[in-house]
């Protein structure tokens, strides 16, 4: 079974496209127009071995928000297809991940249900160029889209570019986990109601 995706999204604020493997080797060529975002997206790739492709062209003259928002929404419709029926998957995730004195904590439910619980005290406006307010617009972007609960902690942390990338670490270990295919599972949905 291939589990793949490949997403085209077109608005007047962004053109977008996607391909992604969940059952990758941690590749990817990712260009969103923000430097930043570009970075926290190889860490999905690299920790959580999916193989990403994203090319954004967004209006970012204006600022950078329909871009971010944009590629969580192209990357939640991406998982959400490549995960096809998910029978078989284990579907729930979870990792903590540090980064120096930044501890973050990610579970994922892949529940058909899109929730997302995020508790992240930034010390800061901004890293980089990059607004810190838009991580929970991509957050909300990718839960809605792929049907996901998401529940992010950062426990410690001062420095803000430490505690979002610690996020992104322990998201693709967790979306790694919950992805995988359980040999015990079999073919069957985990769930007692027999559907996500």
């Known amino acids: 079974m291939t589990r793949t995706a490949q997403i085209t999204r077109n608005t007047a604020e962004t053109q977008i496209s996607v391909f992604l493997n969940i059952d990758g080797t941690g590749t990817g060529t990712l260009d969103t127009g923000v430097p930043f975002l570009d970075h926290m997206l190889e860490?999905?790739?690299?920790?959580?071995l999916f193989d990403?492709?994203?090319?954004?062209?967004?209006?970012?003259?204006?600022?950078?928000?329909?871009?971010?928002?944009?590629?969580g929404i192209a990357i939640?419709?991406?998982?959400?297809?490549?995960?096809?029926?998910?029978?078989?998957?284990?579907?729930?995730?979870?990792?903590y991940a540090?980064?120096?004195e930044s501890l973050s904590r990610v579970v994922v439910d892949i529940s058909g249900r899109p929730s997302l619980h995020m508790d992240v005290p930034f010390t800061?406006?901004?890293?980089?160029?990059?607004?810190?307010?838009?991580?929970?617009?991509?957050?909300?972007?990718?839960v809605n889209n792929a049907g996901i609960t998401l529940h992010i902690d950062n426990l410690k942390g001062k420095n803000s570019h430490h505690q979002i990338e610690s996020v992104f670490k322990a998201l693709a270990?967790?979306?790694?986990?919950?992805?995988?295919?359980?040999?015990?599972?079999?073919?069957?949905?985990?769930?007692?109601?027999?559907?996500?």
Request: aromatic letters at 8%.
């Open 173 to 196: 270990r967790a979306l790694r986990m919950a992805c995988e295919m359980d040999e015990r599972a079999g073919n069957r949905l985990p769930s007692t109601k027999e559907m996500l």
């Open 98 to 100: 540090p980064l120096d």
């Open 124 to 142: 800061r406006a901004y890293v980089g160029k990059m607004d810190v307010d838009l991580f929970s617009e991509f957050f909300y972007g990718l």
């Open 76 to 95: 939640g419709q991406a998982l959400k297809i490549a995960l096809g029926d998910k029978k078989g998957i284990r579907r729930y995730g979870h990792f």
């Open 43 to 48: 860490q999905i790739t690299r920790h959580g």
């Open 52 to 71: 990403l492709d994203v090319k954004c062209t967004g209006d970012t003259h204006i600022d950078d928000h329909h871009s971010v928002e944009d590629v």
